[in-house]
């Protein structure tokens, strides 16, 4: 498997897109979040006739802002678009319809296959197995477990520490995991280092990469205090970042 950050940034930076995530193995191409900006920078790595599908971990618009213009790529694409799967949270779609509403119909179900995310849901994408897990955050999230082979990768969506969190992580080659907070001690609705550290350790994983760090928290004080609670690899997601498992 290969994954592969397109941006984490909070909002859209010169740069740096929000969150988003190419997934490939087995056969698929799959989008991972789709923040503001990511849409563009996934055109650098796969054409969007070679999407497979995307997977939407929560709502807020620094993960799901491009979805809009997602629709927009597929419902006026010069050839007719392949009817992907779009997993995401409940009431996804009509969001979606909401926002683009006009003079004409628009209906997420003309372009692609809707899918809302259910709590240890799984789907089958090429021969990638994806198992969503719901996990703590302000409004509805999940975080996911990749599958190909004996191969597995966790990604924690946004979210405060949960026992869910470690067992979608539980025995992972590599766990992807955000740092949305600087507080060393605090119950938040995203992860410190410290608390990515401490989920990386109780769920055996080999490998930590931290992604969407807070405002002001640099990559190498976010890899040191990870590092006081973790013995394994640690690296920082940067957009354009590859890591395979």
């Known amino acids: 498997?290969?994954?592969?950050?397109?941006?984490?940034?909070p909002y859209p930076k010169a740069d740096e897109p929000c969150s988003g995530y190419l997934l490939q193995g087995g056969g698929a191409n799959?989008?991972?979040?789709?923040?503001?900006?990511?849409?563009?920078?996934?055109?650098?790595?796969?054409n969007l006739e070679d999407l497979h599908a995307v997977w939407i971990s929560h709502m807020h618009a620094d993960h799901f802002a491009d979805m809009p213009l997602l629709y927009y790529a597929?419902?006026?694409?010069?050839?007719p678009m392949r009817k992907i799967p779009v997993l995401a949270p409940a009431g996804w779609a009509k969001r979606v319809e909401d926002f683009v509403k006009s003079a004409a119909d628009h209906h997420m179900g003309d372009f692609f296959q809707v899918v809302e995310l259910k709590d240890r849901g799984i789907a089958q994408i090429g021969d990638l197995r994806i198992q969503a897990r719901a996990v703590e955050h302000a409004v509805p999230t999940f975080g996911l477990t990749a599958t190909l082979g004996d191969r597995r990768l966790a990604?924690?969506?946004?979210?405060?520490?949960?026992?869910?969190l470690v067992a979608l992580a539980n025995g992972a080659r590599v766990l992807v995991a955000e740092v949305g907070t600087d507080l060393i001690e605090a119950h938040s609705v995203h992860l410190s280092p410290e608390d990515a550290g401490r989920t990386a350790q109780h769920?055996?994983?080999a490998r930590l990469v931290l992604?969407?760090?807070?405002?002001?928290?640099?990559?190498?004080?976010?890899?040191?205090?990870?590092?006081?609670?973790f013995r394994g690899a640690i690296e920082v997601a940067t957009p354009g970042s590859l890591v395979e498992v």
């Not at 498997?1 to 940034?9: D, F, V, Y």
């Not at 990604?155 to 869910?164: A, F, I, K, L």
């Not at 992604?211 to 006081?228: F, I, M, N, Q, Y």
């Open 74 to 79: 597929f419902a006026y694409a010069e050839k």
């Open 155 to 164: 990604y924690s969506g946004d979210t405060g520490p949960c026992d869910n």
């Open 1 to 9: 498997m290969r994954w592969t950050t397109l941006g984490s940034a």
């Open 203 to 205: 769920a055996r994983v």
């Open 30 to 46: 799959v989008l991972v979040d789709i923040g503001g900006g990511t849409l563009g920078a996934l055109q650098r790595h796969v």
């Open 211 to 229: 992604t969407h760090l807070a405002p002001g928290l640099s990559a190498e004080d976010a890899v040191g205090r990870a590092s006081k609670v």
